[in-house]
Nanobody
Framework: VQLAESGGGEVQAGGSLRLSCSAKTTTFTFYSMGWFRQAPGKEREFVATTTWDGGKTDYADAVRGRFTISRDNAKNMLYLQMNRLKPEDTAVYYC????????WGQGTQVTVSS
């Protein structure tokens, strides 16, 4: 599977962004999908995940209640709606697919200014 993120940018604290991840595969529904992020000088960390049908989701404590993960299996798309953004959300955000291995996109930069 090939993954490509989009939708990053710079926003002021309290604002919103919607990230998208396009998956190039004929078996998108086989994959559990998720979002991770990596801030400068820090390790990559889990943000959110969803099962193959979107029926179950999970979030990191730091984003729960502010971020929403969703997927559109008909379009091979994964989304991350990010609301009430904080400066500490600044990072490169990566799309992740899991099925018989881990697959990653190139990442999209999100910068939240105070």
């Amino acid at each position: 599977v090939q993954l490509a993120e989009s939708g990053g940018g710079e926003v002021q604290a309290g604002g919103s962004l919607r990230l998208s991840c396009s998956a190039k595969t004929t078996t998108f529904t086989f994959y559990s999908m998720g979002w991770f992020r990596q801030a400068p000088g820090k390790e990559r960390e889990f943000v959110a995940t969803t099962t193959w049908d979107g029926g179950k989701t999970d979030y990191a404590d730091a984003v729960r209640g502010r971020f929403t993960i969703s997927r559109d299996n008909a379009k091979n798309m994964l989304y991350l709606q990010m609301n009430r953004l904080k400066p500490e959300d600044t990072a490169v955000y990566y799309c992740n697919a899991q099925w018989v291995g881990d697959y990653w996109g190139q990442g999209t930069q999100v910068t939240v200014s105070s």
